[in-house]
């Protein structure tokens, strides 16, 4: 029961950061709340086992001597977001983002 405390307590306070930041920085949260969700889940997987919100997209031996620079938000989600309109996680994106394919009109536009 303590384990099961512990996991919601770090998983309301990975998703309060990254809902925080999606709100009021710079950027929105990725469109799909499934993505969204699953990477919360993989930062929170992180927090408990290495004591850090490493980005689940880069795999934690790599980060673990590096600092903060892999806790989420990283140090490269800007210039990501600013190159590719997301970061490498595709969990923050750029105002503007879309999930629309240019002709292709079965995706939707979830951008601004």
Not at 18 to 39: C, M
Not at 52 to 59: E, H, L, R, T, V
């Amino acid at each position: 029961m303590q384990e099961q405390t512990n996991l919601e307590k770090v998983r309301t306070s990975v998703e309060r950061m990254v809902r925080n930041y999606g709100e009021r920085g710079p950027y929105k949260l990725y469109p799909d709340e499934t993505r969204v969700e699953s990477l919360i889940d993989g930062l929170t997987h992180n927090k408990i086992r290495y004591g850090k919100a490493f980005c689940p997209c880069i795999p934690v031996e790599d980060s673990l001597g590096k600092g903060n620079s892999n806790v989420c938000p990283c140090d490269a989600h800007h210039e990501d977001i600013k190159r590719d309109g997301c970061c490498e996680c595709a969990l923050f994106v750029s105002p503007d983002f879309s999930l629309r394919v240019p002709g292709d009109p079965e995706t939707v536009d979830e951008g601004a």
